[in-house]
């Protein structure tokens, strides 16, 4: 043990014959200043970290960290159709850094009760759609049914709107779905469930439904159809073609005929006045005709429907080569692939493993995987009054952590020039023998630092037990209308707390120097002489 360390320690521990009882009230004033000042900056960052983590959990929970959408979409609320048939979906989350890729659709609307009504955004979600975060605030309910034939006009309903309105669940409710500027149709919904975020840009404008509502009433799909006339002359039938949403920009095509154009078409089914027909052609019997309409637009998701003409009443006709039948009457079958609307949505949703990693994330999906046409959105751009609130608590936290070293540097600089002045005596005896003033100083300096880590040491149990308990019971509640969180949260890092040690004691310890200057001021003979 050297010199320094030899005398350091007999100070600290009370066991030289200069320690006086006015030096120890405030050496341990000083720790519990540092204790205290510890314990505030771990919980300080605990808490900043915790409620960023959770705030950023709830945005990116409702909306992803990364949205594709068209580079055309400018109204958040009412969406441009992509066609679902990407390159990158569902392959994207293969790419690492890459957690999750849904589809998503939204539309404004207007929920209306017998007494009120309300602006909301409907969010459609797919079968893909992660609902871990759904689930973990839902507070009444089940979640919408996605593709469910038993339940296909579910609404989740956020528990705001439900107060606001006097809503309920399994309530039916009328919500209008707005299309364009002058376009508003209503549909009933029936509430399955509640939730509740706390964060108001998302309880007070989302809720979510079956992205199939969407997308059949934006008719982001074509959706063919074939109009039958009734049967003319015993066979002549009138057919025309019709074809709803897409762009509109429409090319029809009748298979296995020689039509063209939407019509209308007049087709001989059955030619019993053509002198070269023979009754065995149709068997004397009048066959069942099909037609097949194919219709395209210019995104090549074509829609495909056909018509069965069934003979319904056949009378008999004698004619010079015998007696057949006449069809007075027809039965249409219908049928088809049912509209090309499930192949477009609003968008995508990526959810990324971190944080983080947000901005890399970002450039590698726009530059490495999107086609043209298309544009992502990171969650910064879509809330940015959010982050900028969050990023502002970090200059918060960087204050108190500068007032609390300043704190810990002048109780330490109290501490320590009492102690030097105390202990003048020795000093002076000190040099007398041959010490030198660093040598001194060192002995002072390592008094500083004994102390300096004591209060440290134990200021981290305070501030850890604390945000222990916190964490895991949950003591101190806060209003979620203002907060949005309704107990506050706290992040305990590891590396944080490592780095607000080494950086106290990095600081005070190099604030230290100056007043261990005292001891070069020092000069012996007066020392020894006024012991």
């Known amino acids: 043990m050297g010199f320094a360390q030899f005398i350091a320690r007999r100070i600290v521990r009370g066991s030289d014959t200069g320690s006086s009882a006015f030096s120890r009230p405030i050496v341990l004033i000083a720790v519990l200043g540092i204790v205290v000042g510890m314990a505030v900056m771990i919980i300080t960052v605990g808490i900043t970290q915790g409620f960023q983590r959770e705030v950023r959990a709830k945005v990116t929970g409702a909306g992803a960290h990364l ?39 939204t539309r404004p609307g207007i929920i209306e009760t017998e007494n009120d009504i309300e602006g909301v955004v409907l969010k459609g979600i797919g079968a893909d759609y992660d609902t871990d975060f759904l689930r973990k605030h839902l507070e009444a309910g089940d979640l919408p049914a996605i593709g469910d034939t038993a339940r296909p006009i579910d609404l989740l309903l956020s528990s705001y709107h439900a107060d606001r309105l006097h809503i309920g669940v399994d309530d039916t409710i009328t919500t209008y779905l707005v299309r364009g500027r002058d376009e508003i149709r209503p549909r009933k919904f029936r509430v399955c469930g509640m939730y509740k975020t706390g964060l108001e840009q998302i309880d007070h404008n989302l809720v979510y439904v079956d992205i199939d509502h969407l997308q059949r009433f934006a008719q982001w799909g074509l959706k063919a159809e074939i109009s039958v006339g009734e049967v003319e002359d015993g066979r002549y039938v009138e057919l025309q073609g019709f074809a709803f949403g ?74 010079s080569l015998g007696t057949d039948q006449v069809v007075q009457r027809i039965r249409v079958e219908r049928g088809g692939s049912g509209g090309s609307y499930n192949k477009y949505c609003a968008g995508f949703e990526v959810t990324l493993d971190r944080f983080d990693a947000l901005m890399a994330m970002d450039d590698l999906v726009y530059k490495k995987f999107l086609p043209i046409g298309l544009r992502s959105l990171s969650v910064r751009d879509r809330f940015p009054e959010i982050f900028a609130w969050l990023e502002l608590l970090d200059k918060n936290v960087a204050m108190i952590i ?46 500083a630092v004994y102390i300096l880590g004591t209060g440290i040491l134990l200021g981290d149990l305070l501030g850890i037990g604390l ?18 969180v309704d107990v506050v949260a706290i992040d305990i890092s590891i590396p944080s707390i490592a780095l607000l040690n080494i950086g106290t004691m990095v600081v005070c310890g190099l604030a230290l120097l100056l007043p261990s200057l005292l001891v ?12």
């Open 402 to 447: 500068v007032l609390m070293i300043l704190v810990a540097i002048i109780n330490m600089t109290s501490a320590l020039l009492i102690i030097i002045l105390e202990r003048t005596n020795m000093i002076g005896t000190l040099k007398a023998l041959g010490a030198t003033s660093w040598s001194i100083q060192k002995i002072f300096l390592l008094d």
């Open 467 to 484: 945000a222990f308990l916190q964490q895991h019971f949950g003591i101190v509640k806060l209003p979620v209308e203002t907060y949005y």
């Open 246 to 319: 897409g762009d509109h920009n429409y090319t029809f095509e009748w298979l296995g005929t020689d039509l063209e154009g939407p019509g209308p078409h007049r087709v001989q089914l059955w030619d019993w006045h053509n002198p070269n027909w023979r009754p065995t052609d149709f068997g004397r019997d009048p066959k069942d005709s099909t037609f097949t309409l194919v219709v395209h637009d210019a995104q090549h998701h074509p829609d495909t429907a056909w018509v069965r003409i069934i003979p319904d009443r056949v009378l008999p006709i004698t004619h």
């Open 67 to 105: 949205q594709i959408t068209a580079i055309g979409q400018t109204d958040p609320k009412e969406t441009i159709r992509i066609p679902i048939d990407q390159s990158f979906y569902p392959s994207l989350d293969t790419v690492p850094g890459v957690a999750h890729i849904q589809v998503y659709a």
């Open 520 to 531: 070069t001021r020092i000069a012996p003979a007066k020392a020894i002489r006024f012991a």
